[in-house]
């Protein structure tokens, strides 16, 4: 083993694995931040670069780029409200109010470090636990799959904002929302009426642009006075205090993000908010969630930068992408002559461990190339908001029109940006209608894959795992609620109290 | 007087969300009624409830609109909580329904003039519009930044991430 480890050093202490390795990150960074281009573009945009290079070095790069647009969606999260990935949206919740308090320093700081820490934490989980995990993820059938689904959506009780209600309509307006497009089952229409750009339901990137960022252009122009100047350039850092009193967050989420991410099709995004949700639920002052906590920001980026590294663990171990991105990645390595799997731990051990270094790596060069994109992106907050707010408009009608070159999603993008402002302004959360609409297609499909395989209600109680999970949705549901009844009750007190005297 | 202020917030308030809540309830009982039965086909051969490519949208409507009939109740008869957004807001534009005119118009126009004008050129009109709108008086901005922000932001995505971009008129002399 000590040989083969030793080979994998030998093999990875390279110029061209470092300096792919730096390239990826930072090009990963800069292209996350650009709000319609994700990570998931970035990596398939490298990808013909690596045909020429060693296989190491190849794949380093597309990993570097993937973990670079993981950290890189949360800059324009926090500074503009433009979530540049989807995974970013979480972040969105509590980075963009510290922004707007002149804090977007310690928020884009401590996305940073929560990703950094979260990204180590995963790439350590990778390392040692690759085929145990993987074992487990295998383990995973529909019904399995529609109750962590199921824990996954009682997150909306932690992301409804002011109003419980509004919140659980939202999710389900999200849900809804995904129902549109051909029936996965029969292949019938629903809600297309005939149109074929719905086909295949509506697109996910224009409805996150529009739903998070549009509504903040429609805001500016509507009201009397520029709402506010967001200042970058505030000098706020991340205190000691802070970043001990979000590492249990940090670390909770990191692991939150392993799981997930080891689960083939759960996704970065799902992390994020249930990290998020669990912060919330233990917190010890929940109401500042929403409104400016930096634990939020903390959870939300340890959630989804967790995932990271535990995406490749399917890949690896059992040669599954779990996403897209993986997909890609999957094709690199075929096209490098390697198939990932089983057999590739024994037949190149020694090139798995070099990629595993050069993972770890990435840890390190993304804490460098984030600190440097903070300082630069950073700038974007400094602009006025009347020469910002066209060019974000414009980047929003670019990036809509870049996922699939078609006028369409820019429709799309502007529709659920009139919708996010009418959300906006009767203060209903958006995030739970994002996470209604994420997790709504693997909801049904999972409920309905589980009748098919035995059409008996009983499918869902058939093994431990859906029984862990049926139990924790019960206890987060129970828990969520009865936290927000009691907060509800609490003002409602001292509303009667007030009014009273 | 500022318990007037407040009080009168407080029932506009309230008003908004029974007006909110009634409009949802109303919304989600012609959704099921007209728009599932008119917008799903669903296949004669269906055997469980649970397979029917309507059978969620008619789960999910019905839950939006017991929700909705909640938070009518709650309205109606609890105090009413006012959002931070709502206390804190700012008023509205003197001129605000001439303003969302205006940027109804500029979104009509990313919307439906690129194919015609080109992606770059509707961009640069939509943005010097817009930075005009927003105050903006000094030439030199307006058309620095409107030009070549839309420039720069367009070489980037055609020529780095090369994602195809409409040309317009301009397609027949390239």
Not at chain 1, 125 to 130: E, G, N, R, T
Not at chain 1, 442 to 453: C, G, K, Q, W
Request: charged fraction near 10%; charge should be positive; proline fraction near 5%.
């Amino acid at each position: 083993m000590f040989e083969n480890i030793a080979t994998g050093f030998e093999l990875f202490f390279t110029l061209g694995n470092i300096l792919a390795i730096t390239a990826g990150v930072c090009l990963g960074v800069v292209v996350g931040a650009i709000p319609g281009l994700t990570a998931t573009m970035a990596v398939a945009l490298a990808l013909p670069f690596t045909f020429n290079l060693d296989p190491v070095t190849g794949i380093l790069l597309l990993v570097g780029v993937y973990k670079g647009g993981v950290f890189g969606g949360s800059i324009t999260a926090i500074l503009i409200r433009a979530p540049g990935t989807p995974a970013a949206a979480c972040t969105v919740l509590d980075g963009y109010p510290l922004a707007q308090k002149g804090q977007a320093g310690k928020a884009l700081n401590m996305a940073l470090y929560a990703s950094c820490i979260a990204d180590f934490l995963s790439n350590l989980s990778l390392i040692f636990f690759a085929s145990l995990i993987a074992g487990l993820a295998l383990a995973f059938g529909p019904p399995e799959y529609f109750w962590l689904i199921c824990f996954s959506l009682t997150v909306v009780i932690s992301i409804s904002g002011s109003s419980l209600t509004k919140g659980l309509i939202s999710g389900l307006l999200g849900l809804l929302t995904s129902t549109i497009g051909l029936d996965l089952v029969y292949g019938t229409q629903r809600f297309t009426y005939g149109n074929f750009n719905l086909m295949g339901g509506v697109s996910y990137i224009p409805l996150l642009i529009g739903l998070f960022a549009l509504p903040e252009v429609i805001d500016f122009y509507v009201r009397k006075v520029a709402p506010f100047t967001v200042k970058a350039a505030d000098r706020s850092r991340v205190t000691l205090a802070e970043f001990k009193g979000s590492l249990l967050s940090i670390v909770r989420g990191s692991f939150i993000g392993v799981i997930i991410g080891t689960i083939p099709g759960a996704g970065a995004t799902a992390a994020a908010f249930l990290s998020y949700g669990e912060a919330r639920r233990t917190a010890k002052s929940p109401e500042t969630f929403g409104k400016g906590n930096v634990e939020g920001v903390a959870a939300s980026e340890a959630g989804n930068n967790g995932v990271a590294g535990a995406t490749l663990i399917p890949l690896l171990a059992l040669g599954i992408p779990g996403d897209v991105v993986t997909a890609v990645i999957l094709g690199a390595f075929m096209l490098q002559g390697l198939t990932p799997g089983p057999l590739m731990f024994q037949d190149n051990i020694t090139i798995i461990y070099a990629i595993f270094i050069g993972i770890m790596l990435s840890s390190i060069v993304l804490l460098g190339s984030g600190k440097l994109a903070i300082r630069y992106f950073a700038r974007i907050a400094d602009i006025p908001r009347h020469i910002l707010l066209p060019i974000v408009l414009m980047f929003c009608v670019f990036g809509s029109y870049a996922v699939q070159s078609q006028m369409f999603d820019v429709g799309v993008m502007l529709a659920f940006g009139v919708l996010g402002f009418i959300m906006m302004k009767i203060n209903m959360a958006a995030a739970p209608f994002l996470m209604g609409f994420i997790l709504g297609p693997l909801f049904e499909d999972n409920l309905r894959r589980s009748f098919l395989i035995s059409e008996d209600i009983l499918i869902f109680f058939r093994s431990p795992i859906c029984w862990i999970f049926i139990t924790i949705t019960i206890f987060s549901l129970v828990v969520g609620i009865r936290r927000e009844l009691r907060a509800t009750r609490a003002k409602r007190d001292a509303i009667r109290a007030s009014s009273a005297s | 007087m500022s318990e007037t202020i407040t009080q009168t917030k407080a029932r506009k308030g309230r008003r908004r969300e029974i007006l909110f809540a009634a409009l949802t309830l109303a919304a989600s009982v012609l959704f099921g009624l007209f728009v599932i039965p008119g917008g799903v086909v669903t296949p004669a051969s269906v055997k469980h409830l649970p397979l029917s490519p309507a059978f969620l949208p008619y789960l999910l409507t019905a839950a939006i609109g017991i929700f909705a009939l909640i938070h009518l109740l709650e309205a109606i008869f609890a105090p009413h909580i006012p959002a931070e957004e709502e206390a804190g807001a700012l008023d509205a534009h003197p001129k605000w329904k001439s303003r969302v005119l205006m940027l109804v118009a500029l979104l009509l126009v990313y919307l439906l003039l690129p194919d015609q004008l080109g992606m770059l050129v509707t961009s640069m009109v939509v943005t010097i519009a817009l930075l005009a709108m927003g105050g903006e008086r000094r030439p030199v901005i307006l058309i620095g930044v409107g030009i070549s922000v839309p420039l720069l932001v367009y070489l980037f995505f055609t020529q780095v991430a090369q994602v195809p971009m409409p040309l317009g008129f301009f397609e027949d002399w390239m």
